[in-house]
């Protein structure tokens, strides 16, 4: 492994290991706290060599979509893990847990 890639993986399976349940974040948010900004299309691969169990499903697009092809298992899968974790849905689009919350409640991110 590279030493930028075993930098990386760890950056970012640190970031989403600490994603709170019923939250989530956007691939380039994952990228940016891990502090790479431009590489949220590396985030889902250095999931998937990740050697622990990680939070996966608390990651997803940047417009609240899952990244899969919606009615794929993995779609299903990660759809009921968020909703086990009190994340709601609007059709495909992740919406405020509660309707005096903004968005921002269920975002995340590590504070400044």
């Given at each position: ?33 891990a502090g ?56 495909l689009k ?19």
């Open positions: 492994m590279s030493q930028f890639r075993d930098k990386f993986d760890h950056r970012v399976w640190e970031v989403v290991a600490s994603i709170p349940s019923g939250r989530v974040m956007g691939y380039g948010e994952v990228a940016r706290a790479f900004p431009r590489y949220s299309r590396m985030v889902s691969a250095a999931l998937g060599r990740s050697p622990d169990p990680l939070p996966w499903h608390r990651v997803v697009r940047s417009n609240r979509t899952l990244a899969f092809e919606e009615g794929s298992t993995a779609y299903r899968e990660q759809a009921q893990l968020l909703k086990q974790e009190g994340v709601r849905f609007d059709g992740i919406i405020e847990v509660e309707t005096e919350d903004s968005l921002d409640r269920i975002l995340w991110g590590p504070t400044d």
